[in-house]
């Protein structure tokens, strides 16, 4: 059994999302993608740290990288599903969400230590199991991957203040620190200015069950 920290953008909800009550059973098709692209960073205890099988999934559109862990988490990794070179060289990373570490041996590049040393290091390649760290999102507008199904836990409203990038320029980005968590019982499905989306936590049943 995993407990995993899901966040479900407010268009993503608008355009094709269903709301969801605590304690509901959902489906959803999930990303692990950089959480410095999700409101402009700052998630910490949010971030999901995955050990799993690279599994390539062909689809209409091309090539999907899938990862499949133990307890029945499925995520699509973020790219062009059609860039087959990278699926078949195990020695490519995404330059995105991977961390380095290696599910197998441990080694972890932040940490330090030699690529070369453990063998393709960081690499994407099918079949191998590798270790990824990122923020799951909720990907309702184009996926086309098989769905991860669990039980929410919680749910939390995302606030989220919005800075002028430069003053008069009619120009916005998020400012992390102005984030805020509020606690409901179930997701809106409109949200309005200074609501972000919702952060939910998906708990997946025991393996085999």
């Given at each position: 059994?995993?407990?995993?920290?899901?966040?479900?953008?407010?268009?993503?909800?608008?355009?094709?999302?269903?709301?969801?009550?605590?304690?509901?059973?959902?489906?959803?098709?999930?990303?692990?993608?950089?959480?410095?692209?999700?409101?402009?960073?700052?998630?910490?205890?949010?971030?999901?740290?995955?050990?799993?099988?690279?599994?390539?999934?062909?689809?209409?559109?091309?090539?999907?990288?899938?990862?499949?862990?133990?307890?029945?988490?499925?995520?699509?990794?973020?790219?062009d599903p059609g860039e087959l070179d990278e699926l078949g060289d195990p020695g490519k990373g995404d330059g995105n969400v991977d961390t380095g570490w290696d599910a197998d041996t441990g080694w972890d590049a932040d940490a330090g230590g030699d690529a070369d040393e453990h063998g393709d290091g960081a690499?994407?390649?099918?079949?191998?199991?590798?270790?990824?760290?990122?923020?799951?999102?909720?990907?309702?507008?184009?996926?086309?991957?098989?769905?991860?199904?669990?039980?929410?836990?919680?749910?939390?409203?995302?606030?989220?203040?919005?800075?002028?990038?430069?003053?008069?320029?009619?120009?916005?980005?998020?400012?992390?620190?102005?984030?805020?968590?509020?606690?409901?019982?179930?997701?809106?499905?409109?949200?309005?200015?200074?609501?972000?989306?919702?952060?939910?936590?998906?708990?997946?049943?025991?393996?085999?069950?």
């Amino acid at each position: 059994m995993g407990r995993w920290w899901v966040f479900y953008a407010d268009w993503q909800m608008e355009c094709c999302g269903t709301p969801f009550s605590v304690g509901d059973e959902v489906s959803w098709p999930l990303l692990l993608g950089d959480a410095d692209d999700v409101l402009g960073g700052g998630w910490s205890e949010e971030l999901s740290e995955i050990a799993a099988t690279v599994e390539p999934v062909s689809y209409e559109d091309g090539v999907i990288r899938m990862l499949r862990a133990d307890d029945g988490l499925i995520v699509a990794l973020p790219g062009d599903p059609g860039e087959l070179d990278e699926l078949g060289d195990p020695g490519k990373g995404d330059g995105n969400v991977d961390t380095g570490w290696d599910a197998d041996t441990g080694w972890d590049a932040d940490a330090g230590g030699d690529a070369d040393e453990h063998g393709d290091g960081a690499g994407t390649g099918p079949g191998r199991r590798v270790g990824r760290t990122g923020l799951l999102t909720v990907e309702r507008h184009s996926a086309q991957w098989s769905e991860t199904t669990g039980t929410v836990r919680t749910i939390h409203v995302v606030h989220q203040d919005l800075a002028e990038t430069v003053t008069g320029s009619r120009g916005w980005e998020p400012g992390t620190a102005a984030r805020s968590l509020e606690a409901v019982h179930r997701s809106p499905k409109w949200f309005g200015e200074g609501r972000a989306g919702v952060l939910a936590e998906l708990e997946l049943p025991a393996p085999g069950t």
